[in-house]
């Protein structure tokens, strides 16, 4: 089975912190995406990544970046925590069809 | 990247079929039309993908007119444990374009 797996299900952050999700898939995907869920606006894609050190970004890229080094870890960085950033945080990777796995999820409070 | 609408909810009850129709009024010629199951607290689950005629598989069936500018995601028999948003999706399957845009979803509850 395919595993998308995410550091943390819970995280709590102040305003102004430096904030690293981490991403890991152990199914040799080259597709990597990162989203947020929040309540009546469904998912929302921040940035993807087809490639190792590949990034584009996706609807609402404003306040993260991303890091993609390695072919199976896909980072989200928030450089620097805002309260409007607390969300849900889905990680995902896609085969060549574009069947996307996704993550637990890691639910960000920032204070 | 092709906009979608479905509705927001849907009310079903148990051994009923279920079809929740989407519209994707500019969808390209190379999109793929998927549809993800989505339980409270997990992420979203791959369920079906098409892109004209009907698919059928173990859970779902997806229907797509000719036009191909709505689908229908039609699931057989519901029970208690397909409560979940479900979500239509459109991507164009172009190398290097991976990216899909997931909306907002429709909350199907289904009741016993």
């Given at each position: 089975d395919v595993k998308v797996t995410q550091s943390s299900r819970y995280l709590v952050k102040r305003t102004g912190e430096k904030v690293f999700l981490e991403c890991v898939q152990d199914?040799?995907?080259e597709n990597m995406f990162w989203y947020r869920q929040d309540p009546g606006l469904g998912l929302r894609l921040i940035y993807f990544s087809y490639d190792v050190k590949m990034k584009e970004k996706g609807d609402i890229p404003e306040g993260y970046s991303v890091s993609r080094e390695k072919k199976e870890r896909f980072s989200l960085i928030l450089e620097s925590a805002s309260t409007n950033q607390t969300s849900m945080y889905l990680c995902a990777s896609s085969t060549e069809d574009n069947e996307q796995f996704f993550g637990p999820g890691t639910r960000l409070t920032v204070l | 990247l092709a906009k979608t609408t479905q509705p927001i909810s849907m009310d079903s009850y148990e051994g009923q079929e279920v079809n929740i129709t989407c519209s994707h009024?500019?969808?390209?010629?190379n999109d793929y039309i998927t549809w993800y199951q989505q339980f409270p607290s997990q992420g979203p689950r791959f369920i079906i993908q098409g892109y004209k005629t009907k698919v059928t598989n173990e859970v779902a069936s997806l229907f797509i007119p000719a036009d191909r500018k709505s689908s229908t995601l039609s699931l057989p028999r519901?029970?208690?444990?397909?409560?979940a948003v479900y979500y239509c999706l459109v991507g164009d399957?172009?190398?290097?374009?991976r990216a899909l845009t997931f909306g907002s979803g429709t909350r199907l509850q289904v009741q016993p």
């Open positions: 199914m040799d995907h | 009024n500019n969808i390209a010629t519901v029970s208690l444990s397909d409560t399957m172009d190398t290097g374009r």
